[in-house]
C-alpha cells in the first residue's frame, strides 16, 4: 500500500508560480512511476505530467510544456511540480497517483495508476 498527500496549492495571480508537492508513504517509492493530474470543474481528469521510478523519463501534457516541471527525490519519498507562468486554465484540483514498476509505457493514462492522493486545489485569478 503506498499512501500520497498532496501540498502546495493555492490561490495565485495569472503569470505566477506555485510548487506542489505529494508525500508517499513506504520504503518501495522508487519503485513507482508518479503522475500528477488535474479536474476542472464540470471536465474529466486529465494527466498533466508524469515521471519514471528513476526521474530518468517525464512525459508532459502539451498544455503544461515549457511552464511546468515534473521532478522527484527518492531519498525523500517526494514527487513535485514546479508550475510557472500559470494561467487560469490551469485551474484545478490537482492529483498526484503511483504506479507500480519501471515500465515508461503509458503513463498518461488514469486507468494504469494503483494509488491517488486527495487532491489540492489551484486557483489561478485573472
Known amino acids: 500500500q503506498v499512501q500520497l498527500v498532496e501540498s502546495g496549492g493555492g490561490l495565485v495571480q495569472a503569470g505566477g508560480s506555485l510548487r506542489l508537492s505529494c508525500a508517499a508513504s513506504g520504503r518501495t517509492f522508487s519503485t513507482y512511476a508518479m503522475g500528477w493530474f488535474r479536474q476542472a470543474p464540470g471536465k474529466e481528469r486529465d494527466v498533466v505530467a508524469a515521471i519514471s521510478w528513476s526521474g530518468g523519463y517525464t512525459y508532459y501534457a502539451d498544455s503544461v510544456k515549457g511552464r511546468f516541471t515534473i521532478s522527484r527525490d527518492n531519498a525523500k519519498n517526494t514527487v513535485y511540480l514546479q508550475m510557472n507562468s500559470l494561467k487560469p486554465e490551469d485551474t484545478a484540483v490537482y492529483y498526484c497517483?503511483?504506479?507500480?514498476?519501471?515500465?515508461?509505457?503509458?503513463?498518461?493514462?488514469?486507468?494504469?495508476?494503483?494509488?491517488w492522493g486527495q487532491g489540492t486545489q489551484v486557483t489561478v485569478s485573472s
Open positions: 497517483a503511483a504506479r507500480y514498476g519501471v515500465s515508461t509505457r503509458e503513463l498518461n493514462r488514469e486507468l494504469e495508476y494503483d494509488y
